[in-house]
């Protein structure tokens, strides 16, 4: 989905998103795609490198300039060519900037926007026709897993993120923005309302929050603040958000594309996930069903 340069529609923002869920950044998310659907085809190492099956020795693939890193790569359906194909994996850096310069530990700062020091990480990462992802940004409070993460939903945000895909574009490079809800990987006290899953499952085990709650210097265990099951509206609200962000991530921004993360043990991971997803409505219970919130999802910001 390239809202930028006038080549896609957007209903292609489901098969580039799923495109790069797939290739780029989430490999747990098409594993347990790849799991529902069909059992993994079984290959052995081997084999893997086998001629005739496409795939050469690391011995016998071309090395230096001449590797295939350095040839050109279509994405987004055609409409983009990368001029190579080393690709900055999205991560999160915790710099924005409090947008509540006058928090205070009872009215804790809850929101963060990117400012020159973001661009200047981007762009310093920015390559001709090289694709850059950015870190996870949470498109509304709910979903915000960490604090210092610049997310997208407000004016503050938008101009941020406005100038960081201004400078990348300046130097010839593409972006994406990565659209990021934690669900159950966050803490009350840090989005300021109660954490969201596919079901009311807590954690297991001892996993701590990394950070730890505005005004104590104490650690928190993720399993003592169990998730709210998402109602039906509350779904809707978090498919909402995803379209919200993405439209302002390309209408207003000026973002090359969009990627919804779809792993690491977040919302979208959640719902596929049996050990947390104990649904038996629309969104669980069954292989179709369990699918229903990322299909909805990524169809919607289409
Ligand atoms: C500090 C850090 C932050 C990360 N943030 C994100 C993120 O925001 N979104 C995401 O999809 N992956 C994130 N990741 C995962 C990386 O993009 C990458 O997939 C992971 O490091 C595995 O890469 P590798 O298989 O090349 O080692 C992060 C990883 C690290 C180490």
């Not at 052995?44 to 790569?73: I, R, Y």
């Not at 900055?88 to 009872?106: F, I, Y």
Request: include cysteine; aromatic fraction near 8%.
């Amino acid at each position: 989905m390239f809202g930028n340069n006038g080549h896609a529609p957007w209903r292609e923002i489901l098969l580039h998103s799923f495109q790069s869920l797939f290739l780029i950044t989430s490999p747990s998310f098409l594993y347990t795609m790849g799991s529902i659907l069909r059992a993994p085809p079984k290959v052995t190492a081997a084999e893997a490198v086998l001629p005739g099956n496409g795939m050469l020795s690391a011995e016998d693939a071309p090395k230096g300039p001449s590797s295939k890193l350095f040839t050109p790569l279509k994405i987004g359906n055609g409409t983009l060519t990368l001029s190579h194909r080393v690709v900055l994996a999205p991560l999160t850096r915790n710099r924005g900037v409090p947008l509540n310069p006058n928090a205070t530990l009872s009215a804790p700062n809850r929101t963060w926007y990117p400012d020159a020091l973001v661009t200047e990480y981007y762009t310093q990462r920015t390559t001709p026709g090289g694709l850059l992802i950015t870190e996870g940004l949470p498109p509304s409070l709910e979903s915000n897993g960490m604090p210092g993460v610049p997310g997208l939903w407000c004016a503050e945000q938008v101009a941020g993120w406005k100038a960081v895909v201004a400078a990348v574009h300046a130097k010839g490079g593409y972006i994406y923005a990565q659209l990021w809800n934690a669900g159950r990987a966050s803490i009350p006290q840090h989005t300021g309302m109660p954490t969201i899953s596919a079901a009311a499952t807590p954690y297991e085990g001892d996993e701590v929050y990394p950070y730890p709650p505005p005004g104590s210097s104490e650690q928190v265990r993720y399993a003592s603040f169990p998730p709210t099951e998402l109602s039906h509206a509350g779904i809707g609200k978090q498919i909402a958000d995803y379209v919200n962000a993405a439209k302002l991530a390309v209408q207003e921004c000026g973002f090359d594309g969009v990627e919804l993360h779809g792993g690491n043990g977040y919302l979208p991971e959640q719902f596929l996930s049996s050990n947390i997803n104990t649904r038996t409505d629309d969104y669980g219970g069954t292989p179709e069903k369990t699918l229903s919130f990322c299909a909805g999802s990524h169809g919607s910001a289409c």
